[in-house]
């Protein structure tokens, strides 16, 4: 006499697909009643063994790929390396929402009091501080340690790229970029990881927004940021860190 | 279970199948670098907020998955369209043949399935979470990653047989020598 069965072995097939091949689900009272079917029906358990065996396989033939051997040690120095007051985290919008404010109060004082050249850059440099400083910080659109996929990222998103870097400072990891406007103009940002921890952050925006401007390429310290701006191959670079000025100058 | 998360033991644990997860998701290997490290930087930041602990893995891999989406918005400006092979019927695969195949053949096929059933197959086999788990981490109620995981499964058989019937249409016969008589 054929057992009675309390679900059919469609049912039970549908369930025993999502059991584990670890075995991990051998307690769970989900699958009790297929299980039970499977000891009872010879179709079920051969189906059931061949299934557990192609999952087995598959898992195994996964495993084969192997993460990058530095990708470990590289995950716990990030970690280790992230400075609590400098994190990129969450809520961008509201900290796009400071850079917005900050923009559109620039653009109406240029409008409605022609302000004069120079006040305009410094107004971009305090633009890109006060986003820094805003809290929560903005997120990055990519974050990498690789500073090429910073760039490729940067010219696939139409945004100026940093146009010539120093060899101290290719070396450096990366901790990823973003693009930003001001003023109607794309222009990036590219953050470097320094051996002190600090961050360096790498603005670069289109020379041609500031074309009759002198721009003072000594280090300058505001709100215990130091910063400065070169004119390079047509765009105008803003180095920013909280590191000391002696740290910075070894990379720029 | 509540305590401070251990983050070394948290990157120790997970960091190879959080890549392989990023890997089937991405196809390439940098970019699974760069989302892996960036799913425990996230971690990092975020670690007080987690209450539970021994729901770290899910986490993870829901964090993970979301990352790789919020990028793919990013790059939609550019997207392709895949063939994707009609399944009718799960075709029975020999463990030798399956055993015999490249990893990659693997993961290609995976790729291979219909993007409905592949995010809960790819996390089953590669995050080995339970079907509770998948279920919170998609969103989705558990009857239907059982489904998913039902039509998925017959799809990638059917997949890794027609690569495993290609693989041996590959094989050519040595010709007769017919000067040698």
Known sequence: ?252 | MSHKLDLEAVVGRFYASLYRFALSLTKNEAEANDLTQQTFFILAQRSHQIRDTSKVKCWLFTTLRREFLRALRIQSSHPHVEFRPEVHDAPSISADALRALDARAVIDALDHVEPTYRTAVELFYLSELSYKEIAHSLDIPIGTVMSRLSRGKEQLKAILAAAISENSDKIIPLKKDETAH
């Not at chain 1, 100026?160 to 290719?170: G, K, V, W």
């Not at chain 1, 973003?178 to 289109?206: A, M, Y």
């Open chain 1, 1 to 252: 006499m054929k057992p009675r069965t309390e679900i059919s072995n469609e049912s039970a097939k549908f369930v025993l697909n999502a059991y584990r091949p670890n075995g991990a689900d051998a307690q769970d009272p989900v699958f009790r009643a297929a299980l039970e079917q499977a000891t009872r029906d010879p179709e079920l358990a051969a189906w059931f063994k061949e299934q557990r065996s192609f999952d087995s396989l598959i898992v195994a033939k996964l495993a084969e790929f192997q993460p990058p051997a530095t990708l470990y040690s590289a995950i716990l120095a990030g970690i280790a390396n992230r400075s609590p007051d400098l994190r990129f985290t969450i809520r961008p919008l509201l900290a796009l929402a400071a850079v917005l404010v900050v923009s559109g109060g620039i653009l109406f004082s240029l409008l409605m009091e022609g302000v004069s050249s120079s006040k305009m850059i410094e107004q971009y440099q305090t633009a890109n501080l006060t986003m820094l400083n805003s809290a929560p910080a903005p997120d990055l659109d990519l974050v990498t340690a690789n500073f090429s996929r910073t760039q490729q990222y940067l010219a696939e998103m139409k945004a100026p790229c940093i146009p010539f870097l120093p060899e101290a400072l290719r070396n450096l990891p990366t901790v990823g970029c973003k693009t930003l406007h001001w003023n109607g103009q794309k222009f990036s940002l590219t953050c470097f990881r320094l051996p002190s921890g600090e961050l360096l952050h790498v603005f670069v925006i289109d020379n041609r927004v500031f074309h009759s401007i002198n721009v003072e390429d000594q280090f300058k310290e505001m709100a215990g940021w130091h910063f400065k701006c070169e004119r390079i191959a047509g765009m105008l670079v803003m180095f920013v860190s909280r590191a000391s000025v002696a740290e910075i100058g070894k990379y720029i």
